[in-house]
T-cell receptor, first 114, second 114 residues
Framework: DAKTTQPPSMDCAEGRAANLPCNHS???????VYWYRQIHSQGPQYIIH???NNETNEMASLIITEDRKSSTLILPHATLRDTAVYYC???????????????FGQGTILTVHP | DAGVTQSPTHLIKTRGQHVTLRCSPI?????VSWYQQVLGQGPQFIFQ???????GRGNFPDRFSARQFPNYSSELNVNALLLGDSALYLC?????????????FGNGTRLTVT
């Protein structure tokens, strides 16, 4: 899996958009970008993933640069409950029979304040 | 629908003892993965099972073993416990059938070795 680099911490005001960057300059063509978050004492929660197109779901948007070397997770209207560690992971889908290994880094601690 | 369930939620063991952790995947998911998360770090991959066969193993000693049952539930066993085995043990499941089937994590078992 390609190595990803994230800032160790970020702050965001409640109600504002939170933009979390991730660098994955060595990502290979078959690797997807996955975002998970982990709220204290809980398991990681899947947020969104993409290959090369921008993606949006009910939780967030994922913007991937054209060269795929970096991406940004956008939480459009951050709330206090979005305070968590956010992990950006590059991983290939094994295809067909198995997909279960993700390489987690240190992630970004996002603190949303009133 | 029920998510990934793990039992027990907390466990205290003594050095040298053996421990068994249990995981029930989301209904319909055939792949189960195990992760260890030491305090302050991201989760680390231990094992992945698909259709009752081991499909991947992380860099963990042979004291760690796992199995998957016909109903796709899984057990993680750790023998000869060391103080360093104290961690949050996470189980994750996926259908494993396509890239649109991300990993879904349980809330883990907190193991303390004294």
């Amino acid at each position: 899996d390609a190595k990803t680099t994230q800032p160790p911490s970020m702050d965001c005001a409640e109600g504002r958009a939170a933009n979390l960057p991730c660098n994955h300059s060595t990502i290979s063509g078959n690797e997807y970008v996955y975002w998970y978050r982990q709220i204290h004492s809980q398991g990681p929660q899947y947020i969104i993933h993409g290959l090369k197109n921008n993606e949006t779901n009910e939780m967030a948007s994922l913007i991937i640069t054209e060269d795929r070397k970096s991406s940004t997770l956008i939480l459009p209207h951050a709330t206090l409950r979005d305070t968590a560690v956010y992990y950006c992971i590059a991983a290939a889908f094994a295809g067909g029979t198995s997909y279960g290994k993700l390489t987690f880094g240190q992630g970004t601690i996002l603190t949303v304040h009133p | 629908d029920a998510g990934v369930t793990q039992s027990p939620t907390h466990l205290i063991k003594t050095r040298g003892q053996h421990v068994t952790l249990r995981c029930s995947p989301i209904s319909g998911h055939k792949s189960v993965s195990w992760y260890q998360q030491v305090l302050g770090q991201g989760p680390q991959f231990i094992f992945q099972y698909y259709e009752k066969e081991e499909r991947g193993r992380g860099n963990f000693p042979d004291r760690f073993s796992a199995r998957q049952f016909p109903n796709y539930s899984s057990e993680l066993n750790v023998n000869a416990l060391l103080l360093g085995d104290s961690a949050l043990y996470l189980c994750a499941s996926t259908s494993g059938s396509s890239y649109n089937s991300p990993l879904h994590f349980g809330n883990g078992t907190r193991l303390t070795v004294t």
